[in-house]
């Protein structure tokens, strides 16, 4: 099976776990969507952020005991998640299939890393949370290494980018289309 990792946003960080499931594939999901993945959505603790090496480790245990396709990994997730998607992604690129940062900062990362990760990157145009030139910067970035980033603008969205993306079956059957490649 394909493995989805979901990161949240920081409003759902503590020790509640049903927080994990107010957006993103655990609301598709409880609302009755059906994907053909296995969804792994952690949660953060109150006032931390995520940290990409106990992301992955937590992803290779996951893997390891329950047959994970590792050609058909992929990582999403919204604002603050969607922050630790582009640092996970940038620290691990052979890790992932594809990766869809939602309403996320830009982060330092060395875009190179993802030239051959496809990426799309989702944003709201009046967001004032995030501003939406923190995604124009990283996929300019992606794309000026060599890479490949699909980019979709709501118009008439602010921070909440994240129901119109992930209500859209076309972003499932997006990443699951894809299997890692190696360079």
Known sequence: MPLLLFLHGS??????L????????PHVIGKGMELPLVLLAAQCAQ??????????????????????NRERVYVTGLSMG???????AG???????????VCAPSASIEASRL???????????????VPLEHSIQMVHRIRDAGG?????????????????????P??????LMHTREQP
């Not at 490949?148 to 859209?168: I, K, L």
């Open 11 to 16: 409003g759902e960080r503590g020790s509640d």
């Open 91 to 101: 620290e691990y690129p052979e890790r992932f299939a594809a990766i869809a940062p």
């Open 47 to 68: 006032d931390c952020a995520w940290h990409a090496d106990s992301l992955m480790a937590l992803v290779d245990h996951i893997m390891e005991r329950h047959g994970i």
């Open 115 to 129: 030239r051959y990760t496809p990426v799309w990157c989702f944003h709201g145009a009046m967001d004032d949370v």
């Open 148 to 168: 490949v980033v699909r980019f979709t603008v709501y118009p008439d969205a602010g921070h909440d980018s994240w129901t119109q993306t992930y209500d859209q």
């Open 82 to 88: 969607g922050y630790a998607t582009w640092v996970l």
């Open 18 to 25: 049903n927080l994990v499931k107010t957006h993103g594939p």
């Open 170 to 175: 076309d972003l499932y059957k997006w990443l």
